[in-house]
């Protein structure tokens, strides 16, 4: 007998996460489709599952691909993700993140999809009172772009409950590394990460690398993340979706390892795997950057049995360094 592959509609999955996440779902039996309209996603990373280029707000282009298709389920990355320019442009935010994500879930509600993972951030905390975060920390984004992710969950939760579509916002703090086989990694353009800056700056490939505020009230005077491998974030995807054919309830999920790390730490770790000094300067805060995220992502590991493959800070940054040795040749 001849099981049929469930296929998964893959907005924004030529992305970062999206692209690590399509990997997963067909290493998983999956067939990914790809729907994105490569303005920041490549189409190099799409290496699993067809490509289909559209825009989520583009209504008639999403029902002829799903009506082309007939995806079991949806997973929702497509969004822009610049929080400096979420600020000085939030227009450009709303429309395509909220109404984007709108036109995207009424697609789905008239085509009776009933499963969605979507792809929603720590930004929707803003800054919190307690630490680690958890999914009940209240929800208080300071930027157009956490304020986004905002809204659009809450429109997910309102259709989920109108017309049962099952649902998971997995809330990830600071996706990091690439692809262990160095098929796909990180490549923004603009670049603005942490860890792809440091890493260009250490190698010669990129002007020395800027640390955004030295007087925050830390250890060392700098901002602590709470970095995650983007193929643990991908897996997590993977175990979401089997969950919900499970019956676990529609809710938020945090994902990340639970361990702050500076960006002096970052800069250190950088110059341990690499064997290269990191050049930096200190500047002035950057405006909208929290001086603290670490997770506490025990409903991940609880509810659908995550378990971070890297959690090291060596180990993230060491695909990371042998992605750039490979991407920036
Ligand atoms: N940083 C620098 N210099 C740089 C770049 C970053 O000092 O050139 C610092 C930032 O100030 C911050 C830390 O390094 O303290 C990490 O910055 P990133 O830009 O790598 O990541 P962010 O924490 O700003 O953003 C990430 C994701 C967003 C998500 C956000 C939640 O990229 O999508 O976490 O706050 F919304």
Redesign the pocket.
Known sequence: MTVEKKTILVTGGASYIGSHTCKALAAAGYVPLVYDNLIHGHQSAVQWGNLEQGDIADRARLNAVIERYHPNAVMHFAAF?Y?GESVSDPGKYYRNNVAGTLTLLEAMRDHRINRLVFSS???TYGIPDQLPITEATPQRPINP??ASKLMAERMIADFGAAHEIGWIALR????AGADPDQEIGEAHDPE????P?AIRAASGRGPS?????SDYDTPDG??L?DYVHVSDLAAAHVLALAALDQGLPSQAINLGNGDGYS?LD?VAAVKRVTGLDVPYCLAPR?HG??PI?ISDATRARTLLGWASQRTSIESIVETAWAWHQRADR
């Open positions: 993700a929080i951030s720590c930004a772009y956490g990830y703090f600071n996706a603005t990460h942490l860890i800056l690398l800027t640390i955004f505020g700098t901002c993340r960006v970052i950057r950057d929290p995220l």
